[in-house]
């Protein structure tokens, strides 16, 4: 988040906004979907302070199409990938609620 000002309106303030980014995985019989985008919240300047402009809209900026076999693929290379990175800079902290919501989302 920044409240610098950019390059068309130089030393312009700007009303902040927060923002989080955002993952989905879709499977079916033929494909893998792999999406990714970002959520951001602006605010607006009121007397009292700041106020939401309104809820968070998801932006989705990218979707890929991936095959079965080329999921295999990707898991993989992610799995060396992340022992690589553990092996040099250790263990990467995962939030065990995060792993259990994703597990219980794909059950029917």
Do not use: C
Not at 29 to 39: K, T
Not at 85 to 105: A, R
């Amino acid at each position: 988040m920044s409240n610098m000002g950019s390059e068309s309106q130089p030393g312009k303030i700007h009303p902040p906004t927060q923002s989080a980014a955002h993952f989905a995985l879709v499977s079916s019989a033929a494909e893998f979907l792999l999406s990714m985008g970002i959520s951001r919240v602006g605010f607006n300047e009121v007397e009292n302070g700041l106020e939401s402009s309104k809820g968070p809209d998801i932006e989705w900026l990218v979707t890929w199409s991936i095959s079965p076999t080329s999921a295999v693929y990707l898991s993989q290379s992610l799995q060396k990938a992340i022992q690589l990175y553990e092996e040099t800079f250790g263990k990467i902290p995962v939030d065990q609620n995060v792993l259990n919501k994703s597990k219980t989302m794909n059950k029917p």
